[in-house]
C-alpha cells in the first residue's frame, strides 16, 4: 500500500474486489469492517456523501457477514485454537468500539438488515492482517 494511500482508495478497491473475487475477498473485508479500528467507519462516511450503486448488493453481503463475526466461537475441528484464541480478542476488542451497533447502522444505510448468527462462519475463522488507524498502516493482533 503507498503511502499516499486514502480512505477513499481503499474503500474503492474494497468494492472492486467484492465485485470480481469472490468469497476469499468478501472474508477479508467483512473481517475490516469487524475488527479494523476505522474502516467500517470509512465506509459510512463514504455513504453519506455518495450511496453506492455498482456493488451494492456485494456490499451489503461483506456488511452481513461483519455482523456474523460476533457470533459465538465455532468447536474445533473447524478452526485451529490458536485461530480461535486471535478471533476472542478481536471480537472482544471490537465490542468495546460498539462495532455491532456501527455494522447495524451501515446496514440501516444500505438499505438492509442485521441477520442473526448462534456461531461465526467457519471461513471467518481465518484471522486476515487487519488495516490499522491510517491506510496503509497494519494493525498487530
Same mark, same amino acid.
Given at each position: 500500500?503507498?503511502?499516499?494511500?486514502?480512505? $477513499?482508495?481503499?474503500?474503492?478497491?474494497?468494492?472492486?474486489?467484492?465485485?470480481? $473475487?469472490?468469497?476469499?475477498?468478501?472474508?477479508?473485508?467483512?473481517?475490516?469492517?469487524?475488527?479494523?479500528?476505522?474502516?467500517?467507519?470509512?465506509?459510512?462516511?463514504?455513504?453519506?456523501?455518495?450511496?453506492?450503486?455498482?456493488?451494492?448488493?456485494?456490499?451489503?453481503?461483506?456488511?452481513?457477514?461483519?455482523?456474523?463475526?460476533?457470533?459465538?466461537?465455532?468447536?474445533?475441528?473447524?478452526? $485451529?485454537? %490458536?485461530?480461535?484464541?486471535?478471533?476472542?480478542?478481536?471480537?472482544?476488542?471490537?465490542?468495546?468500539?460498539?462495532?455491532?451497533?456501527?455494522? $447495524?447502522?451501515?446496514?440501516?444505510?444500505?438499505?438492509?438488515?442485521? %441477520?442473526?448468527?448462534?456461531?461465526?462462519?467457519?471461513?471467518? %475463522?481465518?484471522?486476515?492482517?487487519?488495516?490499522?488507524?491510517?491506510?496503509?498502516?497494519?494493525?498487530?493482533?
Amino acid at each position: 500500500m503507498s503511502e499516499k494511500a486514502t480512505w $477513499d482508495g481503499l474503500v474503492d478497491r474494497m468494492l472492486q474486489e467484492l465485485a470480481h $473475487d469472490g468469497p476469499r475477498a468478501e472474508s477479508y473485508w467483512a473481517q475490516q469492517m469487524a475488527f479494523g479500528p476505522v474502516f467500517v467507519h470509512a465506509v459510512g462516511l463514504r455513504l453519506r456523501r455518495e450511496p453506492v450503486g455498482f456493488g451494492g448488493e456485494a456490499l451489503v453481503r461483506c456488511a452481513q457477514l461483519a455482523r456474523a463475526a460476533f457470533g459465538s466461537l465455532p468447536e474445533p475441528p473447524a478452526c $485451529d485454537p %490458536t485461530g480461535l484464541r486471535m478471533l476472542a480478542a478481536r471480537q472482544a476488542r471490537a465490542l468495546g468500539w460498539r462495532r455491532r451497533a456501527a455494522l $447495524d447502522r451501515l446496514l440501516q444505510r444500505l438499505g438492509a438488515r442485521a %441477520t442473526e448468527h448462534s456461531e461465526v462462519p467457519a471461513r471467518l %475463522t481465518r484471522c486476515h492482517e487487519l488495516i490499522g488507524f491510517r491506510p496503509g498502516e497494519r494493525l498487530a493482533g
